[in-house]
T-cell receptor, first 114, second 114 residues
Framework: DSGVTQTPKHLITATGQRVTLRCSPR?????VYWYQQSLDQGLQFLIQ???????AKGNILERFSAQQFPDLHSELNLSSLELGDSALYFC?????????????FGSGTRLTVV | AQSVTQLGSHVSVSEGALVLLRCNYS??????LFWYVQYPNQGLQLLLK??????LVKGINGFEAEFKKSETSFHLTKPSAHMSDAAEYFC????????????FGQGTRLTINP
C-alpha cells in the first residue's frame, strides 16, 4: 500500500457520460498530480494541485476538470466521454513542489468507455 | 523543456543475466532523475532517484543507476535478473522551474526468460 488511495479501481461507462475519479494523497503530502496512461500515448501529465491551488496544466482536455479540496483529496471529472478516453488514470502525491521529492502513485482507476 | 528518451521499448534477458535499461535526458543543467517500475495492474513504484548527490544511485530490489553528465544518461542496471523483475520501467526527469513536475519516458517492458 503506497498510501495514495484511488477510487474506484474500475469504471465502465457509456459514451457521453460523466464520471468522477477520486484520490486521497499520502498523509502529509500537499501536492497531487493526475496522469493518464494509455497504450499509444504513454504517461501523460494532466494537472497538478498544491495545497488546494492549481499549479500546472498539461495535456488536459476541456471536457476534463479537477479540483483539490481543503482536506487535500482531489477529484478528476471527465465529461462527454469518448471511446478514446478509455485509459488508466493515476493520481500521485508528493510532499511539496520541489522536483527532488519524486512522487508516490496510487494503483489507478481503469476507465473503460463503451 | 526537459525530456527523457528510453532506448528500446522492449528488452528481453535471461534469468541471471545483466539487466541494462537505457535512459537519456535533455536538460541544460543536471536535473533530478528517477526510475519507476510498474508491475501488471499496479501503479508506479519508485525504484531510485538522483538528486545531485552521488552519481551512482542504489535503489530497491538490487537496481542501481549511474548519472553521467557527459553522456546525459541515467541507465538502470541490475547484475543478475530475477523472474520477478519482469515489469515496465519508466525513466523520469523533473522540471527545474515552475511546477517542477515529472516528465516520463515512454517506458521499457522488461521480459525475463527462464
Amino acid at each position: 500500500d503506497s498510501g495514495v488511495t484511488q477510487t474506484p479501481k474500475h469504471l465502465i461507462t457509456a459514451t457521453g457520460q460523466r464520471v468522477t475519479l477520486r484520490c486521497s494523497p499520502r498523509s502529509g503530502d500537499l501536492s497531487v498530480y493526475w496522469y493518464q496512461q494509455s497504450l499509444d500515448q504513454g504517461l501523460q501529465f494532466l494537472i497538478q494541485y498544491y495545497n488546494g491551488e492549481e499549479r500546472a496544466k498539461g495535456n488536459i482536455l476541456e471536457r476534463f476538470s479537477a479540483q483539490q479540496f481543503p482536506d487535500l483529496h482531489s477529484e478528476l471529472n471527465l465529461s462527454s466521454l469518448e471511446l478514446g478516453d478509455s485509459a488508466l488514470y493515476f493520481c500521485a502525491s508528493s510532499p511539496g513542489l520541489g522536483g527532488n521529492y519524486g512522487y508516490t502513485f496510487g494503483s489507478g482507476t481503469r476507465l473503460t468507455v463503451v | 523543456a526537459q525530456s527523457v528518451t528510453q532506448l528500446g521499448s522492449h528488452v528481453s534477458v535471461s534469468e541471471g543475466a545483466l539487466v541494462l535499461l537505457r535512459c537519456n535526458y535533455s536538460s541544460s543543467v543536471p536535473p533530478y532523475l528517477f526510475w519507476y517500475v510498474q508491475y501488471p495492474n499496479q501503479g508506479l513504484q519508485l525504484l531510485l532517484k538522483y538528486t545531485s548527490a552521488a552519481t551512482l544511485v542504489k535503489g530497491i530490489n538490487g537496481f542501481e543507476a549511474e548519472f553521467k553528465k557527459s553522456e546525459t544518461s541515467f541507465h538502470l542496471t541490475k547484475p543478475s535478473a530475477h523472474m520477478s523483475d519482469a515489469a515496465e520501467y519508466f525513466c523520469a526527469v523533473s522540471e527545474l522551474q515552475g511546477a517542477q513536475k515529472l516528465v516520463f519516458g515512454q517506458g521499457t517492458r522488461l521480459t525475463i526468460n527462464p
